[in-house]
């Protein structure tokens, strides 16, 4: 029988790759027998280019600027002339200092960078996973990065960040390094949020990067303005557009200016990494993450796997570190089942250290 092992991270406590490697520890010390095929994977944020690294993907790393001007290490992951670039890693929540954050002047200038470095390596398909933004820029930084002039009313450069764009009087694409063009560029992105409004980016997603009430409306202002001089060059308003406000609206600026198509991320992740032909004949997988609750439904990397595997006739089972949906809400998603580590351990902050230990005595059960 091949088991295939499928979790994303549990968020604080361990990566896709070390749950993987726990779980199938646990089954390998039950059953001897088993063949087991460990397939860490993610949804676009965090961990998507650990996950293309795992499935085969080299890691390119590469120097770039975090959300607030810092310099960052950071890398994207190549194979062939794909590349999967992970904003999470360059300037996302994960790069602020804690209780320091920025919302006003945070940038995505850094993810613009890994951009251009993956076209320095011969990249024709960019992957771009927004998950985790720190920034509310409308992706106005990331194509600063890339050669766009964004200028004010005498002219002079636009500072980064959101709260700038309320200046902006030009936008300049003449000087956007031409290979964009000639690249394909693919946005994993789970929201359907307009850029703006009360369901915009600086709306909904402001307050987690720490916009107050004021800083909201100026940053969802500011994004509007962003959008208008946007459309007077392209053509195109696309600020309605669903899935634009992703990352701070991030994926606005990739729809607007690099021709990019907005995808279901954890569909292509499990594109990426070859899911298909990996679970095909298989007896089993198991996936799992963090918490397994309603947010799960709206189209985490767990439910993806579901869905791919329900494909190919393989039951799924889920791992959580805990497990908030109702029995049937377990079976509508498609699990044949849920554990979770909080059964074994209640108390959250040992479980959360603990979980490689508990996650191997899961496997061991199953």
């Known amino acids: 029988m091949r088991v295939v092992i499928a979790p994303d991270k549990f968020k604080g406590s361990v990566s896709a790759r070390e749950a993987a490697r726990a779980l199938a520890a646990g089954l390998r010390a039950a059953r001897r027998d088993l063949e087991i095929v460990e397939l860490p994977v993610a949804d676009g944020g965090d961990g998507t280019v650990a996950a293309a690294v795992a499935a085969g993907f080299t890691a ?19 194979r062939g002339r794909t590349a999967v670039v992970e904003l999470a890693d360059v300037t996302g929540l994960r790069r602020m200092p804690p209780g ?3 919302p006003l002047a945070a940038s995505t200038y850094g993810v613009g960078q890994v951009i251009a470095a993956a076209l320095d390596a011969g990249a024709a398909r960019i992957v771009l996973g927004v998950g985790g933004s720190a920034s509310t820029d409308g992706g106005a930084g990331m194509l600063q990065a ?3 002039r964004l200028t004010d009313a005498r002219g002079r450069d636009l500072a980064c960040g959101g709260a700038a764009l309320a200046g902006l009087a030009q936008v300049d694409l003449a000087g956007l390094d031409p290979r964009v063009g000639e690249a394909r560029f693919e946005v994993a992105c789970d929201v359907d949020n307009p850029l703006t409004g009360p369901a915009g980016a600086a709306a909904v997603f402001g307050p987690q990067k720490g916009a107050g009430p004021a800083e909201v409306d100026l940053l969802d ?3 509007a303005h ?3 001089v946007t459309a007077r060059v392209t053509g195109r308003d696309l600020a309605g557009v669903a899935g634009a406000g992703a990352a701070g609206g991030t994926a606005f600026g990739a729809l607007a200016c690099l021709g990019a198509r907005l995808v279901p991320g954890a569909d292509l992740v499990l594109d990426l990494i070859g899911f298909d032909s990996t679970v095909a004949g298989a007896g089993l997988v198991i996936t799992g993450e963090g918490s397994l609750d309603r947010q799960s439904l709206g189209g985490k990397a767990p439910v993806g796997v579901a869905r791919a595997a329900a494909r190919h006739g393989v039951p799924v089972i889920a791992v959580a570190g805990r497990v908030l949906l109702t029995g049937p809400e377990v079976s509508a998603a498609g699990f044949a089942a849920a554990y979770s580590l909080a059964a074994i351990e209640p108390e959250p902050a040992i479980a959360m ?3 490689g230990d508990l996650l191997a005595r899961i496997g061991a059960e199953l």
Do not use: C, I, Q, Y
């Not at 390119?60 to 190549?78: K, N």
């Open 146 to 148: 890339l050669g766009a």
């Open 353 to 355: 250290a603990a979980a």
């Open 100 to 102: 320091d954050l920025a």
């Open 221 to 223: 202002r500011a994004l």
């Open 60 to 78: 390119v790393r590469v120097a770039a600027s975090g959300p607030v001007g810092d310099p960052v290490e950071t890398s994207f992951a190549l």
């Open 226 to 228: 962003w959008a208008a």
